[in-house]
């Protein structure tokens, strides 16, 4: 697994409260892994902080899963 | 009128966390007092306070861990989880758990706070400052407002009668309490968890009220002695914090599911000063009006009050309250007792007036007044009984609790043993 993935799950993990097993490509942060629409912005400015990038807010309703989150990084950075 | 009765009680104070912890310290005459630890005090005039002892949860210590997942700590600030610790004693003591929508609909919540979260908007406000308006939390206003402990509260227990939060300074406790109680009496709920929560123990809290001249500031050397109500060398009062909740219940309600009882409230009387916006009305007249207001509600008169819970903040204002309390009791006054657990505790503001309620719910069931420490040479002479550095054993069927707040808002509540 690369670093960013690395790293992305670690927030995750962390925000979430959700055992590092259940955070796989697919996993959609509202539907799997107990986030509310508070818990998903707060995931993306996370991320923002983490990786020093700017996530805009018609792309941040596009992170849905673990997976988008990890994809849209790695593109932007 | 429906009558209502206490059934459950939570505490989190400077002496301890949980209601018997915290009873056991103050009867010993133990100060929460100490140098701060939270903040670095180096800046401000004041460098003690009485902080919620924290710890592993053993001894009486706070360990947030024991009441909120962690990730939902993160979501909150601390007035708030102080507001959930003795909200879930308090239910828990009370063993009421509705199983029917009905029963559900019929139990609401009343928790309030003098402050809310001025820590999470002080460090909000520097991080907008620092990193702009796109780094701020989406938690932010849930975690700040006042009437988000009673949401809370509501959420965890899907408790769903009236929701709703007091907001007036040193008498929020108190207020959430006495109105609660209303609700139950007009038939609003059969239920209310009230009472108040507070954590303004920072260095925005300390210079705020540092800049009002309201907090002790010369005893640094030695801060258990620093809050001395009556006192002749008081000199501003000691800033608290924690939560004091309680559940109320329609007395039918209790007795029919044979919930232990503690007390009942007998009385609530408000009032205001229309005076001055920190200073109370030279004459207690305010003050006066609550007590007098509160009795009659009661049906009692004044010499049926054994015990009276002071508002008594260690400031200049003690010695108004002392005589219009001398001036309600009459001759009455010299066989009542009356004692500032603030001087154990310190002021605890939006949470002070039901922590203090639940301090005469355990006055009632021991029989016992706590003391008021640091009392060594008294500003003036009192007729009453001030309970000084020792708790006093007598017969208490009667208990009066007084709670006075910035901009002239006052409450007294009566709380009595329950006749059948």
């Known amino acids: 697994m690369s670093d960013i993935a690395d790293r992305v799950k670690k927030i995750v993990v962390e925000?979430?409260?959700?055992?590092?097993?259940?955070?796989?490509?697919?996993?959609?942060?509202?539907?799997?892994?107990?986030?509310?629409?508070?818990?998903?912005?707060?995931?993306?400015m996370a991320f923002e902080e983490e990786f020093g990038i700017e996530?805009?807010?018609?792309?941040?309703?596009?992170?849905?899963?673990?997976?988008?989150?990890v994809k849209y990084i790695k593109e932007a950075q | 009128m429906r009558r209502v009765v206490i059934t459950g009680l939570g505490l989190v104070t400077p002496l301890a966390c949980g209601v018997e912890e915290s009873w056991k310290r103050l009867l010993d005459g133990e100060s929460g007092?100490?140098?701060?630890?939270?903040?670095?005090?180096?800046?401000?005039?004041?460098?003690?306070?009485?902080?919620?002892?924290?710890?592993?949860?053993?001894?009486?210590?706070?360990?947030?861990?024991?009441?909120?997942e962690p990730k939902e700590q993160r979501k909150v600030d601390t007035f708030i989880m102080y507001g959930m610790a003795a909200a879930i004693q308090a239910v828990r003591d009370s063993g009421w758990m509705p199983e029917t929508d009905e029963d559900r609909?019929?139990?609401?919540?009343?928790?309030?706070?003098?402050?809310?979260?001025?820590?999470?908007?002080?460090?909000?406000?520097?991080?907008?400052?620092?990193?702009?308006?796109?780094?701020v939390s989406p938690f932010f206003i849930p975690s700040a407002l006042i009437n988000l402990v009673s949401g809370q509260v509501s959420i965890k227990y899907g408790f769903?009668?009236?929701?709703?939060?007091?907001?007036?300074?040193?008498?929020?406790?108190?207020?959430?309490?006495?109105?609660?109680?209303?609700?139950?009496?007009?038939?609003?709920?059969?239920?209310?968890?009230?009472?108040?929560?507070?954590?303004?123990?920072?260095?925005?809290?300390?210079?705020?009220?540092?800049?009002?001249?309201?907090l002790s500031t010369k005893r640094a050397d030695d801060p258990k002695t620093a809050s001395r109500p009556y006192d002749a060398d008081r000199d501003g009062f000691v800033m608290g914090e924690g939560a004091g909740i309680v559940?109320?219940?329609?007395?039918?309600?209790?007795?029919?599911?044979?919930?232990?009882?503690?007390?009942?409230?007998?009385?609530?009387?408000?009032?205001?000063?229309?005076?001055?916006?920190?200073?109370?009305?030279?004459?207690?007249?305010?003050?006066?009006?609550?007590?007098?207001?509160?009795?009659?509600?009661?049906?009692?008169?004044?010499?049926?009050?054994?015990?009276?819970?002071?508002?008594?903040?260690?400031?200049?204002?003690?010695?108004?309250?002392?005589?219009?309390?001398?001036?309600?009791?009459?001759?009455?006054?010299?066989?009542?007792?009356?004692?500032?657990?603030?001087?154990?505790?310190?002021?605890?503001?939006?949470?002070?007036?039901?922590?203090?309620?639940?301090?005469?719910?355990?006055?009632?069931r021991d029989q016992v007044a706590p003391p008021t420490i640091n009392l060594d040479n008294p500003a003036v002479t009192p007729r009453l009984d001030l309970a000084p550095n020792a708790k006093r054993e007598r017969k208490i069927d009667v208990a009066l609790s007084n709670s006075f707040g910035f901009g002239g808002t006052n409450a007294s509540l009566v709380i009595g043993k329950v006749k059948p």
């Open chain 2, 160 to 214: 769903k009668g009236p929701n709703h939060a007091v907001v007036t300074a040193c008498s929020t406790g108190a207020h959430a309490i006495g109105d609660a109680a209303r609700l139950i009496q007009w038939g609003d709920a059969e239920v209310m968890v009230a009472g108040g929560c507070e954590a303004s123990i920072s260095e925005i809290g300390i210079a705020g009220f540092n800049a009002c001249k309201a």
């Open chain 1, 55 to 69: 996530i805009p807010d018609d792309a941040a309703e596009t992170i849905q899963t673990f997976g988008d989150a």
């Open chain 2, 247 to 364: 559940v109320l219940e329609e007395y039918e309600h209790a007795k029919a599911r044979g919930a232990k009882i503690y007390a009942e409230v007998l009385g609530y009387g408000l009032s205001g000063d229309a005076y001055h916006i920190t200073a109370p009305a030279e004459d207690g007249d305010g003050g006066f009006r609550a007590m007098k207001a509160a009795l009659a509600r009661a049906g009692l008169e004044p010499s049926d009050i054994d015990y009276i819970n002071a508002h008594g903040t260690s400031t200049m204002a003690d010695t108004i309250e002392l005589a219009a309390v001398e001036r309600l009791l009459g001759d009455a006054a010299d066989t009542a007792t009356m004692s500032s657990t603030k001087s154990s505790i310190g002021h605890l503001l939006g949470a002070a007036g039901s922590v203090e309620a639940i301090f005469c719910v355990l006055a009632l």
């Open chain 1, 15 to 44: 925000h979430l409260g959700v055992e590092e097993e259940k955070v796989t490509e697919s996993a959609s942060f509202i539907d799997d892994l107990g986030a509310d629409s508070l818990d998903t912005v707060e995931l993306v």
């Open chain 2, 105 to 135: 609909e019929r139990t609401g919540v009343m928790i309030g706070s003098g402050i809310g979260g001025l820590n999470t908007i002080a460090e909000t406000a520097v991080l907008i400052k620092e990193k702009g308006p796109r780094r």
């Open chain 2, 33 to 68: 007092a100490d140098r701060i630890k939270s903040f670095d005090p180096s800046r401000v005039a004041t460098t003690y306070a009485c902080e919620v002892p924290r710890g592993d949860g053993s001894d009486g210590t706070f360990n947030p861990d024991d009441w909120m």
